[in-house]
């Protein structure tokens, strides 16, 4: 049928940690270069959770050489995704918070299962940082300036009702239909001609996507300082211990 | 009034011949010129068709040449409606696919009958091809980036309740009032100070119709080599042929 | 708790002077450098008015330069304003036309009671005159860019049921709960760390910020300039006797 899907399976959480998106990023760039392949759906193995986003380990307590190595596939992975010349579907069966969020904005469409315990979000600010500017940007094309702009300094995580209602997932289905809805949409996106619906997606994202490749080490840079401020790394150990205790 | 109507008549679907185009902006710029004149209503006198968009037969099997001077005249008509210093009214009074649609978003207000077989949109990516950056800025402008971003690479027409549900349109009505309606909703933007309006309208549309500007020779390039080729040439004709076949 | 409330007390109705802009902003910047106080909540002590806006008795009849020294006042309270580090909430307990719609859409969150005989816009035009680029700008990020496009152009005074509908302000509610409501929604902002909330705004706000610091001075040129029109003039004088007829 010409389309894949690709199946989170990083337990617990599916965070985005740099094994995990080394994987997706070569996983994706092998679909693209298929030319039997048109089309991929995201969705997750793990009950409730979609991805959890960037993996905090990988931002805490490293060097500013590992820090540099994450971002870079952080951004290499949204490169790749948002800028994908394949239709791409999130089948969103869970929570998404933060990067995990992104992953599913930089989708062609998005569907979640509409069990209002399951939220989706840039919550960054929650942990004392700050959403990238093309994360911004990616969430603006979707949700519009002032949504964005409330939810980024609110941090707030959308119930599956409420995202549906501010435009950051396209519908809600039941989760045992999620799949044929998918494959559906999949279907009515793969009837067009290829090669015009990827100059236009690619007229419509073009400028953000430049944008990013533009300012690639410049913003390098000033995630790694950012994250390696003695407060900013107080902030992430105290999240950190919070979700242990939440867990225990 | 000072309002005038212009009313396309050009059998059978209206289509945007170069000959239409060509009429279509001798005929705005004459009312441009004419200070008594500080309002258009522009409709259809043919049943069930606002505009069926540009005209195809002017997109194939022609030289480059003709390619060149269709488009230039595409883009004109654009310049002078989108930039109008009259206040402009669309009463969409049938179906408006693609340049149709263009014409319709470039005015002020747009109408529409409430009948759920008229349908409106930019379809382009359907036969094929790709709408030009400035018909997406002007959908944009409307719709937002989201909407327009999915009704563009899935080439949609909007049936007319779904149109209105987006913002594609600003109101229906019932064919019967759509006259009346229009004529309504241009004493209301008339009721203000033309200086102010028009300064007003400068401002929001400036930096799009610029865009154009900027770059109208590169975009006439574009098009040329893009409709020149071997294989849009071939999705036109099938397209075409699919046409004959429904009337048959 | 940190949070300031300011209340406008400029009878009869709140009007941007001058003098309430001078006062506006070294009451704005005072609460800024005071590290106790993290958020404002604006609101009126003048019953049915939030604000009247611009005070129209300083852009008429008076000289270019006051023109000028009162149109860097009106772009100093904006820029300090939409700039703000602290958390801004718009406690709008009354009408709030033209600058006053400006002030609260310069906030974070707008609560608005719910009386549909309180109305809020940018309806310059309806004066003969035109917002200027940094009103549209602020406008857009809020409403969009089809409602800002079409508000300014018929200077469109929202009452408050429709000024919800369409995104202007954020909620309503009874005049009695105004306050308690504006309390808990500044608690909610200001429940995240300041330092991530506060880069997450100037990323947000950056772009539409600097433009006017870039364009400051022939932004003042073009004000004054324009203002001192004779035509201008005259639709000022005209608008001011409608006023006094109305309240005669």
């Known amino acids: ?9 990083s337990p617990p959480v599916n ?14 760039e092998k679909l693209e270069n298929d030319r039997a392949c048109r089309g ?4 997750s193995t793990i009950p409730k959770i979609f991805s959890s986003g960037l993996d905090i380990t990988e931002m805490y307590g490293k060097s500013t050489e590992h820090y ?4 870079r596939a952080v951004q290499e992975m949204w490169l790749r995704l948002y800028g994908s010349n394949m239709v791409t579907v999130a089948a969103i069966n869970g929570s998404s918070p933060a990067g995990g969020c992104l992953v599913a904005l ?4 998005r569907i979640m299962v509409e069990n209002p315990k399951f939220s989706i979000g840039l919550n960054e600010a929650q942990l004392g940082i700050v959403a990238p500017f093309w994360f911004k940007d990616t969430f603006v094309n979707v949700v519009g300036h002032r949504v964005a702009e409330s939810s980024l ?3 707030s995580l959308h ?5 549906h209602r501010i435009g950051l997932v396209d519908e809600l289905v039941p989760e045992e239909k999620l799949q044929e809805r998918a494959a559906a949409v999949m279907a009515q996106w793969l009837a ?5 619906r990827q100059l236009t997606k690619s007229m419509m994202r073009k400028a953000v996507l430049d944008r990013l490749v533009a300012h690639r080490e410049e913003d390098i840079q000033n995630f790694t300082t950012f994250i390696s401020k003695e407060s900013i790394q107080k902030s992430l150990r105290m999240y950190m211990e919070m979700l242990k205790k939440k867990k225990g």
Chains 1, 2, 3 share one sequence.
């Open 1 to 9: 049928t010409g389309v894949a899907t690709m199946k989170f399976k």
């Open 153 to 155: 300094q609110l941090g």
């Open 192 to 196: 067009l001609p290829d090669h015009a």
């Open 106 to 109: 930089s989708c062609d469409y």
């Open 159 to 163: 119930a599956a009702p409420e995202a």
């Open 68 to 71: 540099a190595e994450f971002w």
């Open 15 to 28: 965070s985005l940690s740099l094994d995990f998106l080394t994987e997706f990023c070569i996983g994706l």
């Open 40 to 43: 991929v759906i995201f969705t």
